[in-house]
């Protein structure tokens, strides 16, 4: 891959990271990630036994339209203080964060909490889409700093519509409560 150059491999490659969730968009995140050469992924989905080595990785990949298990997998990263990508399907298109939680809050409960309406009505036909987009954010965040650094992106393909939106520490945030 000529823009990620052979030093960006090598860095795929070597780098280990947790793709957590379930459903279509976590299947699509697997077979681009391995296609991409990151061998060094720990998968986690519900019911299965807790990975070990956890404490160790690099980053998070978060696909999952479950509230409770992308709450769990949220408060692992952001106690870690290790990055996390989220993705989840969002009316007739989808969302994507990506957590840095070198303080701490900001995370993803912190916009949960302040945003829920950006959880509801997912439509299951955008699910790859998200998990590509999203396998992509997680290998790209890799290699440098990413424009979408404790930010939300959502997108709109029937109006549309695409923003970015800031997230920022919330007192309502239950995660930032309970340190």
Excluded: I
């Amino acid at each position: 891959m000529p823009e990620v150059g052979l030093g960006g491999q090598e860095l795929w490659a070597g780098a280990s990271f947790v793709l957590a969730g379930s459903g279509e968009a976590y299947g699509a995140a697997r077979v681009a990630l391995e296609r991409a050469g990151a061998a060094s992924m720990k998968t986690w989905g519900p019911g299965q036994p807790e990975p070990a080595g956890l404490d160790r990785v690099e980053a998070w990949l978060v696909l999952t339209d479950d509230p409770g298990q992308r709450r769990k997998y949220s408060r692992r990263a952001r106690n870690a203080r290790v990055p996390a990508v989220f993705g989840w399907t969002l009316g007739d298109g989808f969302a994507l964060a990506r957590f840095t939680h070198l303080a701490g809050c900001a995370c993803l409960e912190c916009f949960e909490s302040n945003n829920p309406k950006a959880f509801l009505k997912p439509d299951p036909s955008w699910e790859p889409v998200v998990g590509a987009q999203a396998a992509a954010e997680l290998l790209l965040g890799l290699l440098h700093p990413s424009p979408l650094d404790d930010m939300v992106w959502l997108t709109s393909a029937g109006n549309g519509t695409s923003l970015k939106h800031l997230v920022v520490s919330s007192s309502n945030c239950a995660a930032n409560r309970e340190g």
